[in-house]
């Protein structure tokens, strides 16, 4: 079936650097892209949205790309921080549900001080 | 405002008993979806229900498993004679709606069942 995946299962940064992660996803369909931050013990935190009509979308340090040609979406942190660790997933949705989505595996971020 | 609730927190049971699951919603949200998260993976989507009504369960496991949100309540997510790969993490996340205006979903802290 078509999934939602990520290049990288590990980033290791400094505090301070900027960070990118990286989601590839498969289904054409999807038209809405979330990032979520999940740390230790907890439920999935929203960090930022994108709709497929965007290609950029900035938030407080954070910014999401979407590249709709190669079915690459990416998340960069500005000025990482050791509250910044956690694990990134990636999400997708469409259709008539946007409630139902589909994860991506995980990238996880250590923010080393 | 409070956000989506659920408990417990921490569930132990051993295979062959019954897990119930809790969640209340956000306020003002009728829309609940429950997800599982095995260790080390993303989220699954398991189930979304409204109010008396489940509209898309095609992640729920056939036998076993079952949901419902009563008009009054919490939402429930029912695992009979569990077994050891139930142990998993459940959240659970609500919305106002469907459409592309009422995302992004809100989860909860979730339950981690752990079956001995």
């Known amino acids: 079936g078509e999934s939602v995946g990520l290049h990288l299962p590990t980033l290791s940064v400094q505090e301070g650097d900027n960070s990118i992660i990286n989601c590839a996803y498969s289904n054409s369909a999807s038209d809405y892209f979330i990032w979520y931050k999940q740390e230790s013990g907890k439920g999935p935190q929203f960090i930022i949205d994108?709709?497929?009509?965007?290609d950029k979308r900035q938030g407080q340090r954070v910014t999401v790309l979407l590249n709709k040609t190669v079915k690459h979406l990416s998340l960069q942190i500005a000025a990482t921080q050791p509250g910044d660790s956690a694990v990134y997933f990636c999400a997708e949705a469409g259709g008539t549900s946007y409630g139902k989505l589909t994860f991506g595996q995980g990238t996880i971020l250590t923010v080393h001080p | 405002n409070a956000g989506v609730m659920q408990n417990p927190r921490h569930l132990v049971r051993r295979r062959g008993q019954e897990a119930r699951l809790r969640c209340s919603p956000m306020k003002g949200h009728s829309h609940v979806y429950w997800y599982r998260q095995l260790p080390e993976e993303g989220l699954k989507f398991m189930v979304y229900l409204q109010k008396e009504n489940i509209i898309d369960e095609s992640g729920m496991p056939k036998e076993r498993f079952s949901a419902e949100f009563p008009k009054e309540g919490p939402s429930i997510l029912r695992i009979q004679q569990v077994v050891r790969g139930d142990s998993a993490a459940y959240f659970c996340?609500?919305?106002?709606?469907?459409?592309?205006?009422?995302?992004?979903?809100?989860f909860g802290n979730g339950t981690r069942l752990t079956v001995t």
């Open positions: 994108i709709r497929s009509n965007m």
């Open positions: 996340a609500s919305s106002p709606g469907v459409g592309a205006g009422n995302s992004p979903l809100h």
